[in-house]
């Protein structure tokens, strides 16, 4: 072989050499790490994506992982253990305000409460809940907001004018209210359904109410989002094809969630399902309403709360982008 056949062949071994680490290095860029914080129907989304393949479809790796509190999600994100999450609003919200500037929400699934307040029949009225043993999972959760924001619209604080008890889990709702410890609970589906069949009522349908809240958003950080911006744009329209089979595919969505929440009963899944379709958001954009009324949740505990402007907390693009590029219109089949 001559030299210049042997220098053709070394560059040649060379250049594959290189193409193959480009494509290696390619191919772990299309890698995401993400977390859910609860087995609850809220958060399906991101599990069809992950089951119903269309995470690969956008060529996209997703390693998803169960984080059980909002507090360890937005640490994760911090930390950078993990690269985008679905988190209840208020964990990252709070964490924001607290001088945690790098956290961002990119999106939101959930647009407005969700649940009851049930409990013993002879509570005729919300009214009647005053001076009430009233259980919640634990201060500062969604349930928490939630009974806090509807009960406001009957004049009515839960911290002072119920006894408000902790009972640490909101399946812990329905034992305490059969064992006769409380008179009701703030809880959510399936939860409701299991207190209607043991004869309780519901006092108080915290979904019909309609309250705009950032319930269910899409969390990352921003230097992840720089970082990693072609493969959030792959995850988000995932998750918006996610959300467009959970709120079409029934019986396909009935699997899934009765996979990841353990549930068994076809009926608690359907009614579990049923009681969340109104308050999905096919856009995944974030309704600054929501966020405002989590700030003035929070003011009691962090007076600068409602001082900070909404626009700190989120970042449109991936969403501006799933609008303006005609996704969305496509996926829903609208002109």
Known sequence: MTSISKIIVSLAILFAIWVGSAIKVAAQSSSLTAFYTAPVVSMAPMWIAKEAGFFKKQGLEVKLVFIASGPMGTTSILSGDVDVGIIGGFAPIRAIVGGAKNLVMIGQSKNRMTGAIVGKKEIASVQDLKGKRLGIDRIGSNPDMFTQASLARFNIDPLKDLQYIQLGSIGNGIPALKAGTIDAVSTSTPHDLFAQRLGFKVILDIT?????????????????????QADLAKFMRAYAEAVHYFLTNREGSVQIVAKYTKVDDRDVVAHSIESELDAVDRTLQIDPKGIELILALMSKSMPQAPSVKTDEFYDSRFTNELRDSGFLKRLWGEK
């Open 208 to 228: 019909a109410m309609k309250i705009p809240l950032a319930s269910t958003v899409l969390l990352s950080a921003r230097n992840t989002v720089e970082r990693k």
